[in-house]
């Protein structure tokens, strides 16, 4: 249902979150339907509920920061 996609794109999206509308075209749909921004809006909403995601920021959805460590601590090339 494109929920993993949603996941993938919010890490990639890191600290500056991911909106509706970017969620719109990781899902396929056309970003310029409001039917359809509403409808991954609701998808994110729903990862939020189920503690997959955050939103600090209003229409910015985010993972929660010790998934963002765990994600962080995977990547090569970093630090000391």
Same mark, same amino acid.
Do not use: C, H, I, N
């Given at each position: 249902m494109?929920?993993?996609? %949603?996941?993938?794109?919010?890490l990639?999206?890191?600290?500056?979150?991911?909106?509706?509308?970017?969620?719109?075209?990781?899902?396929g749909?056309? $970003?310029? $339907?409001? $039917?359809?921004?509403?409808?991954?809006?609701?998808?994110?909403?729903? %990862?939020? =509920?189920?503690?997959? %995601?955050? =939103?600090?920021?209003?229409?910015?959805?985010? %993972?929660?920061?010790?998934?963002?460590?765990?994600?962080?601590?995977?990547?090569?090339?970093?630090?000391?």
């Open positions: 494109g929920y993993q996609a %949603l996941m993938a794109a919010a990639e999206a890191g600290g500056d979150g991911l909106g509706a509308r970017r969620a719109a075209v990781v899902l749909w056309d $970003s310029a $339907s409001a $039917s359809r921004v509403e409808g991954a809006r609701a998808r994110l909403k729903r %990862l939020v =509920e189920g503690g997959w %995601l955050v =939103e600090d920021k209003p229409g910015r959805f985010t %993972l929660p920061a010790e998934e963002q460590e765990v994600a962080g601590a995977g990547r090569t090339g970093g630090g000391s």
